[in-house]
C-alpha cells in the first residue's frame, strides 16, 4: 500500500513540475521575443509564432477538438496509471507524466490564450516550431515505446 501511495505521489510531483516549468519557461522566452530579444546559432533559432493547431498545424483552428483530444489523453494516462499502479516502475511513471505534463502545458495555453506558444525553430532542416510542452511530449512518447519495445515494464 505504501508502495502504491508513493507512485501516486511521484506522478503527482513529477506531472505538477513539468507543468510549471513547461509553463515558466515558455512565459520567460516569449516575453523576452515580444520585447525585441533574438537568438539563432547554426542549430537552433527562437522564432515566436502562435499555433491554432496542432503538430504540423493539422487541425488548424481546431481549438474544441483539441482540448477535448487532450482532455482524454490526459485521462487515459491517469487511467493507465491507476490501472497498473502495482506494476508500474517509477522510470514508466516518470515519462508518462513528462507526456502527459506536456499535452497539459499545451493544453493550458489552448484552453488560457487560444493558441500554443511556438518559439524553437531548427535551423538546419525545414521543420515546424515547436515549444518545451512539445519536447516533453516526444521525449516521453520515445521513452515509453523504448520502454515497450525492449519489454521492461510499464
Not at 500500500?1 to 513540475?17: D, N, V
Not at 510549471?20 to 546559432?41: E, H, K, M, P, R
Not at 511556438?118 to 523504448?146: E, H, R, S, W
Amino acid at each position: 500500500m505504501h508502495q502504491k501511495i508513493s507512485k501516486y505521489f511521484y506522478f503527482t510531483i513529477c506531472f505538477a513540475f513539468f507543468v510549471f516549468a513547461t509553463l515558466y519557461l515558455s512565459d520567460l522566452i516569449v516575453s523576452q521575443l515580444l520585447y525585441g530579444f533574438s537568438y539563432t546559432n547554426g542549430f537552433v533559432s527562437l522564432n515566436y509564432v502562435e499555433n491554432t493547431g496542432a503538430a504540423f498545424s493539422i487541425l488548424k483552428d481546431s481549438r474544441e477538438i483539441l482540448i477535448i483530444a487532450s482532455v482524454v489523453a490526459i485521462c487515459c494516462i491517469i487511467a493507465y496509471i491507476i490501472r497498473h499502479i502495482s506494476t508500474i516502475s517509477f522510470k514508466a511513471i516518470f515519462f508518462l507524466a513528462m507526456l502527459g505534463a506536456g499535452i497539459g502545458g499545451n493544453l493550458h495555453e489552448r484552453i488560457a490564450l487560444g493558441f500554443v506558444r511556438d518559439y524553437f525553430q531548427l535551423n538546419f532542416m525545414d521543420f515546424p516550431v515547436f515549444n518545451i510542452a512539445d519536447v516533453l511530449i516526444n521525449i516521453g512518447v520515445v521513452a515509453i515505446i523504448i520502454m515497450i519495445l525492449l519489454k521492461k515494464k510499464l
